[in-house]
């Protein structure tokens, strides 16, 4: 044998060995036609099949039948002939049956005449590095998402903060020319509907605020059973004789910690909801009951929940018009009948109650809405420790005397309309515009028995004003007006609160709260 020869055969022997030590990729080579030639070890791991199986088999039955039925095998081979390789992934089949994700290499082997000898080709398995771009590309998105949640949220909330200026002045005005306008039935009737109107406004705003989980919440402890049976039997009221509703509450729930008047707002928008997705009648289910959540489930903490549901026998909802059901201004009910604030409102209460929201729908099934309420043990002592605190600071009402108020606030409309209201209770009013002037006020040492703030102000917000009256004096009763529920701890946390927008009634109901001293 002469040298050549020899020094071909060990240079074949050691390219053996190497494709042979290969375990984690599948080298084998295919013949002009398709047809298995040589078949090494890792292409036995990976594939399932050994030597003796799939030599002089034709490599398209790695492939997926669509693939094949599409003439996948045969582009491959073809684009590699002609053009020298071919690259491309996609998924492959083992000899089980099972399927991964592949990347496969054809390379066109010629002989020095440029004769084609046939194909070289390399399959890895990238399963897992699929599985974890599609985790990290789903992680992205989610980000993407809670950031454009973010965004509309904090939008949302600022639209929410003027509007809520815009119909505190709008309303109280309302009231005041209803108080002083003489009983005239072509007059009274027109300034009924547009106070009627405004308080409409005034409850967009709280879906929006609630959306943007900037809304006040008068967080008490809430019987869920009591609030369920006293909503259904309101909602009956206004529900076609073709829709029924079912109960279900079990005996012994506890407590949940929340706003009772937002969560009967909810209830009421699910049940509008699952009304308006059964137009020709059906069945309302209404669930409650406890559940313990042993681990963390997305943003739920462990500890006991009460489980709340809405579930209706309606058309139900496609996979595409779930995922963007809770979105806000997103409604399927057509222009004009509907906000798309619902379920956005109903998100925002249950989250910044400590709480989540879970839908479920199968077009043709109905939908199912849960809300994830937190249960907490001693809430009623918690609530009762809370209110001690409070009447530690101010002792029992004097109602009736008549106060020097000093009202704060930044907007000249909404100033204007909180002195009237307190001119006609009988108060004498102070007016500031801003946080500095109102605390020029103060020190001055004029005569005042109570100051009424809103909170979001330039320069210097209603909690940082309270906190510098408190150093200058003590004892003087501070009333924060606000509609936002994220107020900074310290100075702003303990003070009594005017939901904006407010009216008289509200305005004269904290007044008659404050310290039986003034």
């Given at each position: 044998?002469?040298?050549?020869?020899?020094?071909?055969?060990e240079?074949?022997?050691?390219?053996?060995?190497?494709?042979?030590a290969?375990t984690d990729y599948a080298?084998?080579?295919v013949?002009?036609q398709?047809y298995?030639?040589?078949w090494?070890?890792?292409?036995?791991?990976?594939?399932?099949?050994?030597?003796?199986?799939?030599?002089?088999?034709?490599?398209s039955?790695?492939?997926?039948?669509e693939?094949r039925?599409?003439g996948?095998?045969?582009?491959g081979?073809?684009?590699?002939?002609?053009?020298?390789?071919?690259?491309?992934e996609?998924?492959r089949?083992r000899?089980?049956?099972?399927r991964f994700?592949?990347n496969?290499v054809?390379?066109?082997?010629?002989?020095?005449?440029?004769?084609l000898l046939g194909?070289?080709k390399?399959?890895?398995?990238?399963?897992?590095?699929?599985?974890a771009q599609i985790?990290l590309a789903?992680?992205?998105?989610?980000l993407?998402?809670?950031?454009?949640?973010?965004?509309i949220?904090?939008?949302t909330g600022?639209?929410?903060?003027?509007?809520?200026?815009?119909?505190?002045a709008?309303?109280?005005s309302?009231?005041?020319l209803?108080?002083?306008?003489?009983?005239?039935?072509?007059?009274?009737?027109l300034v009924i509907?547009?106070?009627?109107?405004?308080?409409?406004g005034a409850?967009?705003t709280q879906?929006?605020?609630?959306f943007?989980?900037?809304?006040?919440l008068d967080v008490?402890?809430?019987d869920v059973?009591d609030?369920?049976e006293?909503?259904?039997?309101l909602?009956?009221?206004s529900?076609?004789p073709d829709?029924a509703i079912?109960?279900e509450c079990?005996?012994?729930?506890?407590?949940?910690?929340t706003?009772?008047?937002q969560?009967?707002t909810?209830?009421?928008?699910?049940?509008v909801n699952?009304?308006?997705?059964m137009?020709?009648?059906g069945?309302?289910r209404?669930?409650?009951r406890?559940?313990h959540?042993?681990?963390r489930?997305g943003?739920?903490?462990p500890?006991?929940?009460v489980?709340?549901?809405?579930?209706d026998?309606?058309?139900?909802m496609d996979?595409?018009?779930l995922?963007r059901?809770?979105?806000?201004?997103?409604?399927t009910?057509?222009?004009g009948?509907g906000?798309g604030?619902?379920?956005?409102?109903?998100?925002?209460?249950?989250?910044?109650?400590?709480?989540?929201?879970r839908l479920?729908?199968?077009p043709?099934?109905?939908t199912t809405?849960?809300?994830l309420?937190?249960a907490?043990?001693g809430?009623?002592?918690?609530a009762?420790?809370?209110?001690d605190?409070?009447?530690t600071m101010?002792?029992?009402p004097?109602?009736g005397?008549?106060?020097?108020v000093?009202a704060?606030?930044?907007d000249?409309?909404?100033?204007?309309?909180t002195?009237l209201?307190?001119?006609d209770?009988?108060?004498t009013v102070?007016?500031a515009?801003n946080?500095?002037?109102a605390?020029a006020?103060?020190?001055?040492?004029?005569e005042?028995?109570?100051?009424?703030?809103?909170?979001?102000?330039?320069?210097?917000t209603g909690?940082?004003?309270?906190?510098?009256?408190r150093?200058?004096r003590?004892?003087?009763?501070?009333?924060l007006?606000?509609?936002y529920a994220?107020l900074p701890?310290g100075d702003?946390a303990?003070l009594?609160?005017?939901?904006?927008p407010f009216s008289?009634?509200?305005?004269?109901?904290?007044?008659a709260s404050l310290?039986?001293?003034?």
């Amino acid at each position: 044998m002469a040298d050549g020869q020899l020094l071909q055969l060990e240079t074949d022997d050691r390219y053996r060995l190497l494709i042979n030590a290969i375990t984690d990729y599948a080298i084998y080579m295919v013949d002009p036609q398709g047809y298995v030639a040589s078949w090494n070890p890792g292409a036995e791991r990976m594939k399932g099949y050994v030597a003796s199986e799939i030599l002089g088999q034709h490599f398209s039955r790695f492939y997926t039948p669509e693939d094949r039925a599409a003439g996948e095998p045969q582009h491959g081979l073809d684009t590699a002939r002609r053009e020298g390789r071919f690259e491309k992934e996609g998924w492959r089949l083992r000899k089980n049956g099972e399927r991964f994700w592949a990347n496969v290499v054809i390379d066109a082997i010629r002989d020095q005449h440029g004769t084609l000898l046939g194909f070289a080709k390399i399959t890895r398995d990238i399963s897992e590095k699929r599985t974890a771009q599609i985790e990290l590309a789903r992680a992205r998105e989610e980000l993407f998402q809670a950031q454009k949640l973010e965004a509309i949220g904090q939008l949302t909330g600022g639209v929410a903060h003027d509007f809520n200026n815009l119909l505190m002045a709008i309303l109280g005005s309302l009231q005041m020319l209803q108080k002083r306008l003489p009983d005239d039935p072509q007059t009274t009737p027109l300034v009924i509907n547009a106070i009627r109107g405004a308080e409409r406004g005034a409850a967009l705003t709280q879906r929006l605020l609630a959306f943007a989980r900037r809304q006040e919440l008068d967080v008490r402890p809430v019987d869920v059973r009591d609030l369920v049976e006293g909503m259904v039997e309101l909602a009956r009221r206004s529900l076609p004789p073709d829709i029924a509703i079912e109960v279900e509450c079990e005996t012994g729930l506890p407590a949940v910690l929340t706003d009772g008047n937002q969560l009967e707002t909810a209830l009421l928008n699910l049940i509008v909801n699952a009304r308006d997705a059964m137009p020709n009648g059906g069945l309302i289910r209404i669930l409650a009951r406890p559940r313990h959540v042993l681990q963390r489930e997305g943003q739920l903490e462990p500890g006991l929940y009460v489980e709340l549901s809405v579930i209706d026998d309606g058309e139900g909802m496609d996979a595409e018009t779930l995922a963007r059901a809770p979105t806000p201004f997103f409604t399927t009910k057509g222009i004009g009948k509907g906000t798309g604030l619902g379920l956005s409102m109903v998100q925002g209460l249950t989250e910044q109650s400590g709480g989540a929201l879970r839908l479920t729908s199968l077009p043709g099934f109905g939908t199912t809405v849960t809300l994830l309420m937190p249960a907490q043990a001693g809430a009623v002592q918690a609530a009762t420790r809370t209110e001690d605190a409070m009447t530690t600071m101010q002792d029992k009402p004097q109602a009736g005397r008549p106060l020097t108020v000093l009202a704060v606030d930044d907007d000249a409309l909404v100033l204007m309309n909180t002195g009237l209201m307190l001119e006609d209770l009988g108060h004498t009013v102070i007016e500031a515009y801003n946080g500095v002037d109102a605390l020029a006020i103060v020190e001055s040492g004029q005569e005042i028995d109570v100051v009424i703030t809103d909170h979001s102000m330039p320069r210097m917000t209603g909690a940082e004003l309270a906190g510098r009256i408190r150093q200058i004096r003590p004892h003087l009763p501070i009333v924060l007006a606000t509609g936002y529920a994220e107020l900074p701890s310290g100075d702003g946390a303990n003070l009594p609160r005017l939901p904006k927008p407010f009216s008289q009634q509200q305005l004269g109901e904290v007044l008659a709260s404050l310290p039986a001293s003034l």
